[in-house]
């Protein structure tokens, strides 16, 4: 079986290049196709692919300014020939799906995220752009929209990584999608001591939609300590520091992170994610979450077993949560609740569906 796996840019390890990984392994003689690639930053279990790009790889600061080109990635997408291949694998979140499959081949669609900028955070992106940006997104997002539906229709079978991307599926393009959770490194913490201290964490980038500021103003306001891992700055760093309850660590590494893990009472996820990694990873270290109620997090998050759920957006709403927390925390205590709930986010249950599916699509 000759195979071809679409990945929409490689500038970066991320998710989703997280995910690419594994399929590689699955797959080692497979090609990979992308927009843009910048060898520097990505994983010699793929580099060590054939690797082919678009067009617009060739096309001035493409390495930057790859997400300004996106406009042009549909038909860059259509002139790759990949009539020669019996399993096609798009690796989706931005355009990856449009390429044109032989009539005999299977094509597997893994859907991170239907492209957030053109369907339900369309508003959210165009408030925040300048004057230029939003003349283009006014020109162009209606033919954009336009042609993700119609490219829907050159995938076979569409995997999505949580409940709540699988619904987004069966909303923009109007198709079922089976769900497989990403493969994550549970691994790594699983067997971590737990040695719980009087603070809670947050731990991800200090970016608008991750709320971390939702976080830091429960824990402010009700006396609590905070401990805030992640890159970015926050406009209220000074004045969150003041308090002597917030602490800001930047970027740490991966032994750091498993300690926090491990001293930290739980993790507050007050963003919504279309999967959201950080929530399993706490689990494996057998550290609880106490998250928003929408997202990826529904999936990742045995409630009342593993961690709670706040129902708003709102700093009463996490503070009311942390108390309930608090209340019950020793029935938080049971590790091995917490090592056989995150099997099902390992890369071997990963591997073993993904190949379920990919054996069922050649029987079509």
């Known amino acids: 079986m000759k195979v071809a796996i679409v990945h929409y840019w490689?500038?970066?390890?991320?998710?989703?290049?997280?995910?690419?990984?594994?399929?590689?392994?699955?797959?080692?003689?497979?090609?990979?196709?992308?927009?843009?690639?910048?060898?520097?930053?990505?994983?010699?279990?793929?580099?060590?692919?054939?690797?082919?790009?678009?067009?617009?790889?060739?096309?001035?600061?493409?390495?930057k300014l790859y997400q300004k080109y996106m406009p042009f990635m549909?038909?860059?997408?259509?002139?790759?020939?990949?009539?020669?291949?019996?399993l096609i694998i798009s690796s989706e979140s931005g355009p990856a799906k449009g390429v044109c499959p032989a009539p005999q081949a299977f094509h597997v669609c893994y859907c991170h995220t239907p492209m957030r900028y053109l369907w339900d955070m369309y508003h959210e992106y165009f408030r925040k752009s300048n004057a230029l940006v939003k003349f283009f997104m006014k020109k162009m997002i209606p033919g954009l929209?336009?042609?993700?539906v119609m490219s829907s229709n050159l995938v076979d079978h569409f995997i999505a990584n949580s409940s709540f991307v699988a619904a987004r599926i069966q909303r923009y393009y109007n198709r079922k999608a089976d769900v497989i959770f990403p493969p994550c490194d549970i691994d790594r913490y699983i067997n971590n001591p737990r040695k719980p201290e009087d603070f809670y964490l947050f731990f991800g980038q200090l970016v608008g939609y991750k709320r971390a500021d939702l976080a830091i103003e429960a824990c402010i306001r009700s006396g609590r300590k905070i401990v805030v891992?992640?890159?970015?700055?926050?406009?209220?760093?000074?004045?969150?520091?003041?308090?002597?309850?917030?602490?800001?660590?930047?970027?740490?590494?991966?032994?750091?992170?498993?300690?926090?893990?491990?001293?930290?009472?739980?993790?507050?996820?007050?963003?919504?994610?279309?999967?959201g990694i950080i929530p399993v990873e706490a689990n494996s270290a057998g550290c609880p979450v106490l998250a928003y109620r929408k997202g990826g997090a529904c999936d990742s998050i045995l409630e009342n077993k593993t961690g709670l759920f706040f129902d708003e957006q709102t700093p009463?709403?996490?503070?009311?949560?942390?108390?309930?927390?608090e209340k019950m925390e020793a029935d938080f205590s049971n590790r091995e609740v917490y090592k056989n709930h995150v099997q099902q986010f390992s890369k071997e249950e990963f591997i073993r569906k993904i190949s379920n599916v990919i054996k069922e699509g050649k029987h079509l």
């Open 10 to 63: 490689l500038v970066t390890m991320r998710g989703g290049e997280k995910v690419l990984e594994e399929l590689c392994k699955l797959f080692p003689q497979a090609d990979i196709y992308t927009n843009v690639y910048a060898p520097e930053k990505i994983s010699e279990t793929i580099k060590s692919h054939k690797i082919y790009t678009t067009k617009i790889n060739s096309w001035p600061l493409a390495k």
């Open 74 to 86: 549909p038909k860059a997408l259509m002139e790759l020939d990949l009539t020669s291949y019996d």
């Open 145 to 148: 929209r336009q042609w993700d």
């Open 229 to 275: 891992i992640g890159d970015g700055k926050s406009k209220e760093a000074k004045r969150y520091s003041k308090t002597g309850l917030v602490t800001f660590t930047g970027r740490v590494s991966d032994e750091e992170v498993a300690d926090y893990f491990s001293r930290a009472r739980a993790l507050i996820f007050p963003g919504i994610e279309d999967f």
């Open 316 to 325: 009463e709403a996490i503070i009311a949560c942390m108390e309930c927390f």
